[in-house]
């Protein structure tokens, strides 16, 4: 049977997709229904047709699931935000975990993934320690704010939403009522017209400091002595700060932040570490849950002291220093300048000395950190965006030959992607542990635990040295031939440390001085398996072994 556009059909929800919507078929036609729920059944009507699949608007549930809650949010699914509110909390784990164990399989071609059980939330609601509100005007007039619907920027009035904090309902309230007062118009999208953006809003959850931002399309807001004072009577208010945006784009935050009263940051605490927190900061939303993600990763990371670790994509050095207070040295990688002085900042509040923060690319940094200054790692933590690593930066790691890599995830496909390239270079997937962090919606964060391979076999190899004539050999072929003929013959790179090591091994002399460590005490990094063979290929290619 054909479907098309506007045709009802029911349908038995069996499955969910990855975005938390559920999957039913009729007649062999599979169809994704938004806010459907797996043992629902349902009518929906095809607002998409393609030739074996289409998607549906949920019109009605006939039979509930015994999986089905009532959502707590009146918004759930207009806002879109929390897309499993009608899902039992054990079955949201369920979801998220099968969410992670698919996409390491499909895309990382792994089996017999070592998951550890998914670490759930205490608190479900009301978690949510950052916020960020647009303001506009309904069609009626009024003043709004709240968040956008899905895929649009509609506004969906909300200023309680379920997930935040109970302070957020009580500085919008404020600001609404301070615009109203004195005219101030919010921003127009289609016009680029008006001043009010976004009302951003972040609070300490152990400190219960409250920090208030207000995006403007301008430099100030009318009025602000008398709102800096109404804003001052919510307890716990700390920073009252302007950022400006005049860009005319969807960019929530401007470069330019304005100190209107209190002091431009809050403070925070994960742990025994406190973290000063600016509105331009990354800091993870969820406190309570990214407590137990770090004491994983650091649990994972198996320190005792005497290790060097490289924090990739460190932020304002949230890792780096739960780090810092297991390991001999830190050091963090952050591309945004600002959050490199407040991870120097927070090194000092915390009294660690043993750190050291470099701004720029993670790609471009620890590549030339490695080569250039030859810098190693015992361990390497890194924490990327949902697009994953450059291939550059793998391709470094992999030479620098850390015992651990520990990988924190907020995207299990990026994730599995990255897994499988670094798993073909000499590294073995120990450990996967989900972490919810964000209750009620798909997102799932994921903590691995990769570590070098341990060959099973091993040759001896007797050679003797008198009998090569080491001298000539070492003028058969230049490091710079040998590169070009592994690169072309095998499609890797190598270092001439790398070839230097595999030449002692095969008994040829290399110079005394070449390559010695800068540092005492080095771990120098040893050549991996793959290599050392292409390596061995050249030398025979050149008649050198």
Known sequence: MEFRKNDLVTLEIEDCGIDGEGIGKADGFTVFVKDAVIGDTVTAKIIKAKKNYGYGRLMEVLKPSPYRVEPKCEFARQCGGCQLQALSYDQQLVFKTNKVKGHLERIGGFTDI?????IGMDELFHYRNKAQFPVGRNKKGKIVTGFYAGRTHNIIENRDCALGVAENKEVLDRVIAHMEKYGIEPY???????LVRHVLIRYGYFTKEVMVCLILNGNKIPKEEQLVK???EIPGMTSITINVNKKHSNVILGEEIRLLWGQEYITDRIGDISYQISPLSFYQVNPMQTQKLYAKALEYADLHGQETVWDLYCGIGTISLF?????????GVEIVPAAIENAKENAKLNGLENTEFFVGKAEEVLPREYKKNGVYADVIVVDPPRKGCDETLLETMVEMNPERIVYVSCDSATLARDLKYLCERGYELRKVCPVDQFGMTVHVETVVLLSQQKPDDTIEIDLDLDELDATSAELKATY???KDYVLKEFGLKVSNLYISQVKRKCGIEVGENYNLPKTENPKVPQCPKEKEDAIKAALKYFAMI
């Open 480 to 482: 710079q031939e040998i």
């Open 323 to 331: 780090l810092a207070q297991k390991a001999k040295f830190v050091r």
């Open 188 to 194: 127009n999208e289609a016009t680029g017209k008006g």
């Open 230 to 232: 109404s804003l001052c």
């Open 114 to 118: 070592p998951m550890e059980p998914i």
